[in-house]
C-alpha cells in the first residue's frame, strides 16, 4: 500500500486536566516551571496525577506524542499514515493503539512486556491556553531498531521522525536506519527539532541524523536559534537553508516563516475569534 507520510516517535498518553492559575505555585514548588516540558519519574507523576484529581477531578485522555500529534493532524486531512511506536501491555498501551487506530492511523505495533508502564504526559492547561507538561516515557524510551517498519518506510512519500528520539540511544539508532532505508527508497525525509533544550543537550546526535539527509526541516524560533546558534531568526532560517532543502519556523502569534527551496515567504498569524 502507498502511503503519504509514516512516523516513529514516542508513544505518550496525555493526561490532560484544565488549571487555575494559582495551582502554578504548587507547581513550581515542585521545580515544575509554567509552560515547561519536564521529565518526571513514574511515582513522581503519579503523586502529581492524585493531586490533580483531587482538585480537578477525572482527566482526558487521548494518545499523544509529538509524532503522534503530527500524524493525528495529517490523517484528520486526509493523508495514509502509518506509525511506530512502543507500548506495554496495559490499559494505557491498549488504549493507545485502539486511539491510532479511532484516527484511521495504520500501525504494525504490538503491546510488549515490560517492567517499564506505557509512557504518559500529564498536560495542565491554564486559562491563557499556556501547557505546562510533566512525562514520563516509560517503556516508549526502549523504542529501537527492531520495531521499524522498512516496508511502510519505503512505500511512503515522507519518514518524519521527531527530536526527541535523539535522547534515547535505542530510538537514535533506530531513526539513523529508518533515515537510510528512506534514502534508499527515495523516501523524503522531514524532521522536527522538538524543543530547545533537545537541541543544545544533543546536537551532534541531531546533526548526525540530519546528515543522513533532511528535505524538510521543521521548528520554532527557539529551536531554529539555538541550532544555528545565531540570535537572530533570520539569520537562523538563512543558516538552515544548508541544513535542509525547505524549513519552516514557527513564530507564535506572529505567523510562520518558509523556505520552499526557492524562496522565503511569511504566513501571518490569524487572531482567534470567539464563539458562542
Given amino acids: 500500500m ?11 498518553v496525555d493526561v490532560q486536566f484544565s488549571i487555575e492559575e494559582d495551582f502554578v505555585s504548587t507547581l513550581e514548588k515542585m521545580s515544575i516551571q509554567k509552560g515547561s516540558m519536564t521529565l518526571i519519574e513514574a511515582e513522581e507523576q503519579s503523586n502529581l496525577i492524585n493531586l490533580l484529581n483531587k482538585e480537578y477531578g477525572n482527566s482526558k485522555l487521548s494518545c ?17 499514515c502509518h506509525f511506530t511506536c512502543k507500548v506495554r501491555d496495559d490499559d494505557l498501551g491498549n488504549f493507545y493503539l485502539e486511539d491510532l487506530e479511532k484516527n484511521k492511523i495504520l500501525h504494525s505495533n504490538k503491546t510488549t512486556q515490560s517492567e517499564l508502564s506505557t509512557g504518559q504526559s500529564v498536560i495542565m492547561v491554564t486559562p491563557d491556553a499556556e501547557r505546562t ?22 512505500n511512503s512519500t515522507y519518514l518524519f521522525l521527531e527530536g526527541y528520539l535523539v535522547t534515547s540511544e535505542s530510538a ?13 527508497s527515495d523516501t523524503k525525509i522531514a524532521i522536527s527539532l522538538s524543543a530547545e533544550g533537545i537541541v543544545n543537550a544533543f546536537r551532534n546526535q541531531m546533526n548526525s541524523l540530519i546528515d543522513v539527509g533532511c528535505d524538510i526541516l521543521f521548528c520554532n524560533e527557539s529551536e531554529a536559534c539555538a541550532f544555528s546558534q545565531h540570535k537572530n531568526v533570520d539569520q537562523a532560517e538563512v543558516f538552515l537553508r544548508e541544513v535542509s532543502s525547505q524549513n519552516l519556523i514557527t513564530l507564535g502569534e506572529k505567523g510562520s516563516l518558509i523556505w520552499d527551496g526557492n524562496r522565503k515567504e511569511s504566513i501571518n498569524g490569524y487572531e482567534k475569534k470567539e464563539f458562542t
Avoid at 499523544?64 to 495514509?80: D, E, I, L, R
Avoid at 507538561?133 to 519505503?154: P, R, W
Avoid at 537514535?172 to 534508499?184: M, S, V
Fill in 2 to 12: 502507498k502511503l503519504d507520510v509514516s512516523s516513529l516517535g514516542n508513544a505518550i
Fill in 64 to 80: 499523544g506524542g509529538a509524532a503522534t500529534n503530527s500524524m493525528v493532524a495529517a490523517s484528520n486531512f486526509g493523508s495514509k
Fill in 133 to 154: 507538561m510533566c512525562t514520563y516515557l516509560g517503556v516508549s524510551n526502549l523504542l529501537g531498531s527492531n520495531d521499524l517498519n522498512e516496508s511502510a518506510i519505503k
Fill in 172 to 184: 537514535f539508532e533506530a531513526c539513523l536506519q529508518a533515515a537510510e532505508i528512506a534514502k534508499k
